[in-house]
């Protein structure tokens, strides 16, 4: 089984407007369907709640670990963490990185996710499928939202 899930798309943007809308809260969560409480800040932890339909009643946590502007911004997260009655805490988190590039008239930006091999195997595939898809539908979600 991979580890990990890779996801690029190229942007019609340049890599300010890309980077304001992957690191400003408010940016960010437009297009990925979060309400967030405050600010990205490295070494603190974001939270808020899951705007996307059906998913309201979901609250989003995620660690930043990396705001290195403009080229990368990463967090560890508890993939497909959908149960609001499961207690995610005492497992090993994934690890989200984003990174972009310049690239012809615009971003580059890829997405990686990694460290599957450490979600509790009753739940691994399952959460490696559902954030294979989320993470595909998210591009379509940012390059909505920077090509406007």
Do not use: C
């Not at 942007?11 to 408010?26: F, G, M, R, S, Y």
């Not at 290195?68 to 988190?93: I, L, N």
């Not at 580059?108 to 996710?113: A, K, P, Q, S």
């Amino acid at each position: 089984m991979s580890d990990r899930i890779e996801k690029q798309v190229e942007l019609n943007a340049p890599i300010e407007k890309v980077w304001q809308a992957l690191t400003d809260h408010e940016a960010f969560g437009a297009w990925f369907r979060v309400k967030l409480d405050a600010p990205f800040a490295a070494g603190e932890t974001s939270t808020g709640h899951i705007t996307y339909p059906g998913y309201e009643h979901l609250k989003w946590q995620a660690h930043v670990v990396k705001v290195e502007k403009p080229h990368a911004f990463a967090f560890t997260w508890h993939p497909y963490a959908v149960d609001p009655d499961h207690d995610y805490s005492a497992e090993q988190p994934t690890l989200v990185e984003f990174t972009l590039k310049p690239h012809q008239s615009g971003t580059l930006l890829t997405v990686v996710e990694s460290g599957f091999d450490g979600v509790p195997e009753k739940r691994r595939d399952e959460a490696m499928r559902s954030n294979e898809g989320g993470w595909e539908e998210q591009m379509k979600n940012i390059k909505a939202y920077v090509d406007r």
